[in-house]
């Protein structure tokens, strides 16, 4: 039977792209994101391309459910899930910018769209994830690893998921369930680079050594840790940003 992964976020610019990595693989693919017309163009455009297969999952990670509506509807309809990635981002108005100007209204509902909808997503995966030694990845940042201007809230946000994994990893291996980060800083052709505007983007290229990295650089990492190649490693925040940060 053929290893099932659920991307929430798969719809994105880094979730997309894991998936078509991972339907290449043989990998099938449940697809989560916001907007049914993102998530069923992907379905569609990965249809037939490939040896593994892919559908589409819509839920708003918002409400409190969200986490076991999804994961019920991944396994009713694979009957099993054996990797777990979350790259969905989440970021409300009032969290990116200098601290003062941030509001502080917004805290609460951040950090629990950034760490607790991990933590659900976890909890409502674990039964899966334990019958054949499946992965948990959690998609972060640099800002909760390394320390920079306008980021003190995302990077709170991003060392609450990333103290969450690591410490679920430990006890999860008794399990032989294995969990990770994947950090990546700026990333070139993605939304949030969009976002970003190219000032910034152009900024952070010409720190990066090796270049900025595209979700095609990306991809690839996130499914090998998924692997059999990949059995002894777990707890690991690896991040992926063209020698930017170090
Ligand atoms: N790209 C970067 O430069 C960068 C840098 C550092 C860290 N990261 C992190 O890497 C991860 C992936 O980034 P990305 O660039 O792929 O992001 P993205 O292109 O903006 O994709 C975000 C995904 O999350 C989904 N989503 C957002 N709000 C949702 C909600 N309320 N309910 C359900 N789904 C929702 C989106 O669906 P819709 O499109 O339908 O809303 C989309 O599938 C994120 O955690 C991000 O913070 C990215």
Same mark, same amino acid.
Request: net charge negative; glycine share 12%; aromatic share 6%.
């Given at each position: 039977m053929k290893r099932v992964m659920l991307i929430a976020g798969g719809s994105g610019s880094i979730g997309s792209a894991i998936a078509r990595e991972a339907v290449a693989y043989g990998w099938t693919v449940a697809i989560h994101g916001r907007s049914e017309d993102k998530v069923h163009a992907l379905v569609a455009d990965l %249809? #037939?391309?490939?040896s593994g297969e892919a559908e589409g999952f819509v839920v =708003?990670? @918002? %409400? %409190?459910d969200a986490a076991e509506l999804l994961v019920a509807d991944v396994a009713e309809q694979? #009957? @099993?899930?054996d990797a777990v990635i979350d790259c969905t981002a989440t970021g409300p108005a009032g969290i990116v910018g200098p601290f003062s100007d941030? =509001?502080? =209204?917004a805290y609460g509902t951040f950090l629990d769209l950034s760490v607790g909808w991990l933590q659900r997503l976890a909890h409502a995966a674990w039964p899966f994830l334990e019958q054949d030694g499946g992965t948990l990845i959690s998609f972060v940042s640099d800002a909760g690893v390394f320390a920079a201007p306008r980021q003190a809230m995302i990077g709170a946000a991003r060392a609450g998921a990333i103290g969450f994994i690591r410490n679920f990893a430990m006890e999860a291996a008794r399990s032989g369930v294995r969990a990770h980060c994947i950090s990546p800083s700026f990333v070139e052709d993605s939304e949030s680079a969009r976002r970003m505007g190219s000032a910034r983007m152009e900024k952070a290229a010409r720190r990066a050594g090796l270049g900025l990295p595209t979700a095609r650089d990306i991809a690839p990492l996130a499914v090998f840790l998924c692997s059999d190649d990949a059995a002894r490693i777990t707890g690991q925040v690896i991040s992926v940003n063209g020698g930017l940060n170090c």
């Open positions: %249809s #037939g391309e490939a =708003d990670v @918002r %409400s %409190s694979f #009957g @099993r899930l941030t =509001d502080p =209204d």
